[in-house]
Structures are given as structure tokens and as C-alpha cells.
């Protein structure tokens, strides 16, 4: 895992606003984490060996593909996914509306950022995948790393994460999450200042009791599908 961090401004003032979890809440949650990861993975091992057929069958191109994310305190680690794109398909318009969405100042503002329009740059494999949230699924290998939990804010982008503020900064002082509070939130309808509070409403409230509560709701949403996350 690269050691490279995105600059530091604001993470003092952020971890001083975060609470604390009672006693115990780091080691139950690793413990938690490393022992469903491991189970769903093997459990999971010849569904996994499927997709992967069917993304290498769906176009040219790698199995996984591979991303540099933001994680706990700005460090960087690769994350993992199955691949739901052309190899070619530029990220150009994901990084131009994320700089609209991140800077904008109200709702409407976000509004007329509009949506990435993914047309046939995804796979029709890839639709599937990112419907069902199974393209996800790799990522628990990054949990098993411990560079991510089963439950936190999802890891951004470094682009993503130089637009930052010191609030929004706050989703930094907890390892990203495999799923999160505002994934089971009503996704669909939230803007990206909702998500990013409800990221850092998370942060300040995380217990067992909590990551069971969202754990739970995951799953709900994942049989009920309603968009990738």
C-alpha cells in the first residue's frame, strides 16, 4: 500500500471533533470485519470465479480493475473492483462533474451539474454488476488489508479529495467503508452535501450498534437493487 497522503490541512481540527467509540469498538469492529470478509469470500468463491468470466467474456480487458483511493487519514491505497468498463473510457466527465457537485454551494447549484451519463462506455455485464452493487465485491479483499471496513465513508478519488474543506475533511479520520450510512439513506435523492453530512454524522456517532443497523439495511438494498453505489 503506498504510503503517498494528500495534504494535511485540517485533519488536526477534524479528529479533535471526532468522538471517540466506547472501549473495545476498533478491535470487535477489525474482528468483525476480518472474520465476515473471509467467510463471504469463500462462501461467495465460485460466484466470484463466474463474474470474472463473464467480465473477461463482456469486452477486452482485466478482470479487476484497480484504483487509486483516499483512505484513513489521506493515505492512498489501490482499490479493487470488477471491472464494469471499456478499457479506453475516459474519466474526464466523471472528474469535471465531481469539481461541479463538490464546489457547488446549494442544491441547485448541484442541479445544474447534472448526472454522468454513462451510456456505452459500461458493459452490459458492467450494468448488471453495478445494479446489484456486485462489482463491489473485490473490496473485500482491501478489507482483509485493513485498508478499508465493512462499514464507513465511502474512499474518494484524490482529485476528489483536493476539493475538500475542513468539514467534508472529516470523513478522513475513519477507514472507508465497504457500504455506509448514506447508502441506505435514500441515495437516489440525496445531493452531495447530504451525503457528505451524513458521512460525517457517521464519524461522530460510530458504534456496533450503528455498523450492525447499516449492515443490516445493505443487504436489504442489495436484494432490492436501485443503482450502483
Known amino acids: 500500500m503506498s504510503s503517498t497522503t494528500v495534504p494535511s490541512v485540517g485533519l488536526g481540527r477534524m479528529t479533535e471533533a471526532t468522538r471517540t467509540p466506547s472501549g473495545g469498538y476498533e478491535t ?8 465476515i470478509s473471509a467467510v463471504v469470500l469463500v462462501l461467495l468463491s465460485p460466484l466470484l470465479a463466474l463474474m470474472g468470466l463473464l467480465v473477461r467474456l463482456s469486452s477486452r480487458g482485466p ?6 483511493r483516499v ?17 479506453d473510457a475516459p474519466d474526464t466527465p466523471h472528474r469535471a462533474l465531481v469539481s461541479q457537485l463538490i464546489t457547488a454551494r446549494d442544491r441547485s447549484e448541484e442541479a445544474e451539474a447534472g448526472t454522468l ?14 445494479r446489484h452493487s456486485l462489482d463491489e465485491l473485490p473490496q473485500l479483499v482491501n478489507v482483509l488489508r485493513n485498508e478499508m471496513s465493512l462499514v464507513g465513508p465511502r474512499p474518494g478519488l484524490p482529485y476528489e479529495v483536493e476539493l475538500y474543506d475542513d468539514e467534508v475533511r472529516e470523513r478522513l479520520a475513519v477507514k472507508p467503508g465497504l457500504t455506509g450510512l448514506w447508502q441506505v439513506s435514500g441515495r437516489k435523492g ?40
Open 117 to 130: 451519463v454513462l451510456d456505452d462506455r459500461v458493459t452490459r455485464v458492467g450494468r448488471y454488476l453495478r
Open 190 to 229: 440525496l445531493g452531495m452535501r447530504e451525503m457528505f453530512e451524513l458521512d460525517r454524522q457517521y464519524v461522530r456517532s460510530r458504534s456496533l450498534r450503528t455498523d450492525c443497523g447499516i449492515l443490516a439495511r445493505t443487504l436489504r438494498a442489495v436484494v432490492r437493487p436501485s443503482g450502483s453505489w
Open 63 to 68: 478482470v479487476i480493475f484497480r484504483q487509486i
Open 71 to 87: 483512505g484513513r487519514d489521506g493515505e492512498h491505497f489501490t482499490l479493487y473492483k470488477f471491472r464494469t468498463m471499456r478499457v
Open 28 to 35: 470487535v469492529a477489525r474482528a468483525r470485519d476480518v472474520v
